[in-house]
């Protein structure tokens, strides 16, 4: 849906928002039936055919983000990714997907596509000629995320682009990390656009959801799937993840900003061996990542060395939360090999680079000074505690 607005701060606060008739109030209302009329109606709407007015309503302000025809919204970001995958893929097909990846996304693959005779790939890298070495005559999906979670790797958005289109096959690809502030694919030609909206377009850690976003064709193709799988979202949810769109261009250039100052604080620390951050001059894909994203995202990973104790670190720290999730305004850290990538094998996870001492690192809205100070007295904790032990 192109919107008639240019700034995106004015998409994200006024495009697909439900005009209040009755009362005239500043926001959407919220429309909580999931029960409507069939007779006589222009639509017959029902909350999992994904048209009740929030539904649709947000699907329009989605779809204008990401410079896509149209949009869906679904109940998780797996619901999303699955739901697409399922609908363009068949018995017999075969589908090349990035070596990094989010372990959720990986271990759909691994589990389900082979029960339904699908075919898969995993590349050995992330450049483009990584993708062409798997390319069969029967492959159908291009799949990659950049930047990835959590190794922040840098694929080429119009390359892979390119490639798909050589080769009659539908590019994919999750651009969650960067969200639609920081990155547009659609722009550089990639067919299919995903988010878990539970991240940044939700922004506060209370809503899960997920989103595709693609030409009308492909999204009526994924409707006539989403239905049977039945994976939509309530109406209030749909209602509060529209509220936090809201704000999502302002928190995510904050976090944004914030994130290239812990980078750069993080590089120089004598405890951390390795940072991994697309802002950075030194990171391999840090040219690419200028030339097609706005902002190098709020999201980095690091590894300590490796006489640190990161599940020490993690109890020590006071201000930044070890928590599941990432992409909300406040700060929080994880250990990949324990949450979004323990269903990975350890050889798996090996492959793709994933240490234990790897920690991915979602960056918040709080005063750098503050951030910096909390990692400080940790480190000096965990520290202190090994020469006692010592």
């Given at each position: 849906m192109k919107s008639k607005y240019k700034g995106t701060n004015t998409i994200c606060t006024h495009v697909g928002e439900l005009e209040d008739k009755q009362f005239k109030g500043a926001v959407s209302p919220l429309y909580m039936s999931t029960s409507y009329a069939f007779e006589d109606v222009p639509v017959k709407r029902y909350p999992r055919y994904f048209n009740t007015p929030n539904q649709e309503a947000l699907c329009k302000k989605l779809a204008a983000l990401e410079h896509a025809e149209a949009a869906l919204i679904f109940g998780s970001g797996m619901a999303a990714i699955s739901t697409a995958l399922?609908?363009?893929?068949?018995?017999?097909?075969?589908?090349?997907?990035?070596?990094?990846?989010?372990?959720?996304?990986?271990?759909?693959?691994?589990?389900?596509?082979?029960?339904?005779?699908?075919?898969?790939?995993?590349?050995?890298?992330w450049e483009?000629?990584?993708?062409?070495?798997?390319?069969?005559?029967?492959?159908?999906?291009?799949?990659?995320?950049?930047?990835?979670?959590?190794?922040?790797?840098?694929?080429?958005?119009?390359?892979?682009?390119?490639?798909?289109?050589?080769?009659?096959?539908?590019?994919?690809?999750?651009?969650?990390?960067?969200?639609p502030i920081n990155q547009n694919p659609i722009d550089f030609g990639i067919d299919m656009v995903l988010h878990s909206a539970t991240k940044y377009m939700g922004g506060h850690s209370d809503i899960c959801a997920g989103v595709v976003a693609a030409s009308e064709d492909k999204i009526k193709e994924i409707f006539h799937n989403a239905i049977c799988f039945g994976g939509s979202?309530?109406?209030?949810?749909?209602?509060?993840?529209?509220?936090?769109?809201?704000?999502?261009?302002?928190?995510?250039?904050?976090?944004?900003?914030?994130?290239?100052?812990?980078?750069?604080?993080?590089?120089?620390?004598?405890?951390?061996?390795?940072?991994?951050?697309?802002?950075?001059q030194d990171h391999p894909g840090h040219k690419l990542a200028k030339s097609q994203m706005k902002g190098f995202g709020g999201m980095l990973s690091f590894e300590m060395r490796n006489d640190i104790d990161?599940?020490?670190?993690?109890?020590?720290?006071?201000?930044?939360?070890?928590?599941?999730?990432?992409?909300?305004?406040?700060?929080?850290?994880?250990?990949?090999?324990?949450?979004?990538?323990?269903?990975?094998?350890?050889?798996?996870?090996?492959?793709?680079?994933?240490?234990?001492?790897?920690?991915?690192?979602?960056?918040?809205?709080?005063?750098?000074?503050?951030?910096?100070?909390?990692?400080?007295?940790?480190?000096?904790?965990?520290?202190?505690q090994s020469r006692v032990h010592a």
């Open positions: 399922m609908t363009f893929l068949r018995a017999g097909d075969h589908i090349v997907l990035q070596q990094t990846l989010y372990g959720g996304t990986y271990n759909f693959v691994v589990t389900q596509l082979e029960k339904y005779g699908i075919v898969y790939s995993f590349t050995t890298g483009v000629e990584d993708f062409e070495k798997e390319i069969k005559p029967n492959t159908k999906v291009i799949y990659i995320e950049t930047p990835s979670n959590p190794l922040l790797t840098i694929t080429d958005l119009a390359g892979i682009a390119k490639l798909a289109k050589k080769h009659s096959a539908i590019s994919l690809i999750d651009n969650t990390f960067a969200s979202l309530s109406d209030y949810t749909v209602w509060l993840l529209e509220r936090s769109i809201k704000t999502m261009g302002l928190r995510v250039r904050a976090q944004t900003e914030n994130a290239m100052k812990m980078a750069n604080y993080l590089s120089a620390h004598d405890d951390i061996e390795k940072v991994y951050y697309p802002g950075l990161v599940s020490q670190f993690f109890k020590e720290l006071k201000l930044i939360k070890p928590s599941m999730s990432l992409a909300g305004i406040e700060t929080t850290m994880l250990s990949p090999t324990k949450t979004s990538h323990a269903l990975m094998s350890p050889e798996d996870r090996e492959k793709q680079g994933i240490k234990d001492s790897l920690i991915r690192f979602s960056i918040g809205i709080e005063e750098m000074e503050d951030l910096v100070e909390d990692i400080e007295q940790a480190l000096a904790k965990v520290k202190k």
